[in-house]
């Protein structure tokens, strides 16, 4: 019986350290994983200041409406929504938000975005 115990705890601590390596190597696996993913898109690791990407949006905006002041601006954001008609955009005191105001056929409506959720400019 003694004999039996013996081998158990034996084997129980020999398969510990192999737990413990393929799980060393799953996590190896997964960090190499991310990194190729990273590599590949630079959008993932380039660093901009939030105020920055709004004063380009800002600027983007108003030559646009000076190109044709007729045209229709409208903005691609995250999730597939488009906010078309912007008649003005304000960029929040903290510079992670803008504020557009835009026209509907139910009149004027306004909508607040995260800087990161934009997608694009865009004129008609």
């Known amino acids: 019986?003694?004999?039996?115990?013996l081998f158990s705890l034996f084997f129980l601590q020999a398969a510990a350290p192999n737990a413990?390596?393929?799980?060393k190597k799953l996590t190896l696996e997964k960090v190499k994983g991310i990194e190729?993913?990273?590599a590949t898109s630079a959008?993932?690791?380039m660093i901009i200041d939030p105020k920055d990407r709004a004063a380009?949006?800002?600027k983007a905006f108003q030559l646009l409406k000076t190109e044709k002041s007729t045209?229709?601006?409208y903005f691609t954001i995250a999730g597939g929504v488009e906010i078309s008609n912007v008649?003005?955009?304000?960029?929040?005191?903290?510079?992670t938000m803008v504020l557009f105001r835009y026209s509907t056929p139910q009149g004027v409506?306004?909508?607040?975005?995260e800087i990161e959720d934009i997608l694009g400019i865009h004129h008609l």
């Open 36 to 38: 190729a993913a990273a």
């Open 56 to 58: 380009d949006y800002m």
């Open 20 to 23: 413990q390596t393929g799980a």
């Open 109 to 113: 409506k306004f909508q607040a975005v």
């Open 43 to 45: 959008r993932s690791v």
């Open 71 to 73: 045209a229709k601006v």
């Open 87 to 95: 008649i003005e955009m304000t960029a929040m005191p903290g510079g």
């Open 1 to 5: 019986m003694q004999l039996i115990l």
